[in-house]
């Protein structure tokens, strides 16, 4: 069984910089691929793909919206992934969800696990 537990989410104003952490558990989780996701106020269930990294890090993929501003990673023991997102913006206020699946990442919110999410709020 895999756990995934996000941090780091908070209010920050526009421009600033927040980093998430998810943190896994399960003999299995430095195999899997990562995505971060998030749900948007308004915008009712959907999750929107932000970014994802393969099992061994080496592959990562942008939402077009984040390229150059979000950094993702994971850690050399491979338990946790990383989301820096710098120069934030309005529109980036969400709740931000991580996600893992075997296999290689995609875009799609196709994933095996999730964890619970947590708010980034970022003020204009």
């Known amino acids: 069984q895999v756990q995934l537990v996000e941090s780091g989410g908070g209010l920050v104003q526009a421009g600033g910089s927040l980093r998430l952490s998810c943190l896994g558990s399960?003999?299995?989780?430095?195999?899997?691929?990562m995505g971060w996701f998030r749900q948007a106020p308004g915008k009712g269930e959907e999750h929107e793909f932000v970014a994802a990294i393969s099992w061994d890090g080496d592959d990562t993929y942008y939402a077009e919206s984040v390229r150059g501003r979000f950094t993702i990673a994971r850690n050399g023991y491979g338990n946790t992934v990383y989301l820096q997102m710098n120069n934030l913006k309005s529109e980036d206020t969400a709740v931000y969800f991580c996600?893992?699946?075997?296999?290689?990442?995609?875009?799609?919110?196709?994933?095996?696990?999730w964890g619970q999410g947590t708010q980034v709020t970022v003020s204009s």
């Open positions: 996600a893992a699946k075997t296999g290689n990442p995609i875009v799609r919110p196709t994933y095996d696990y």
């Open positions: 399960g003999r299995m989780f430095s195999t899997l691929a």
